[in-house]
């Protein structure tokens, strides 16, 4: 089994900066795919990015590009979401999940196997 901690989500300004991080722990992959997603009030379950935890490679949502940042620390079996200049729409509950290898399909909820429960991260304007 594979346990998912996210932490670091809060109450921002627009225009701030924040850090998510989600911890791994338990049985782990050669070549798993570590993803962001987020989930507003109301709407469906959003892909944010993903990253490929052997090298490190990292795929993006086309709408994500140059505000999120994914990486990750292989000693702190960690994922980061580095988020900047927040705006009041990015306002979410925000998952990390994990799926057993790295493919097509990186941005279907429906491919990953584990999710973590969630940090909510609030932008206000």
């Known amino acids: 089994q594979v346990q998912l901690v996210e932490s670091g989500g809060g109450l921002v300004q627009a225009g701030d900066s924040l850090r998510l991080s989600c911890a791994a722990s338990g049985r782990t992959f050669s070549s798993h795919a570590m993803g962001w997603f987020r989930q507003a009030p109301g709407k469906e379950r959003e892909f944010v990015g993903a990253i490929k935890w052997s090298d490190g490679s990292t795929y993006y949502a086309d709408s994500m590009k140059g505000r999120f940042t994914i990486s990750r620390d292989n000693f702190k079996n960690t994922v980061y979401l580095q988020m900047n200049s927040l705006k009041p729409e990015d306002t979410a509950v925000y998952y990390c999940?994990?799926?057993?290898?790295?493919?097509?399909?990186?941005?279907?909820?429906?491919?990953?196997?584990?999710w973590g429960q969630g940090t909510q991260v609030t932008v206000s304007s």
């Open positions: 999940a994990l799926d057993r290898s790295w493919g097509p399909h990186l941005s279907s909820q429906y491919k990953y196997d584990y």
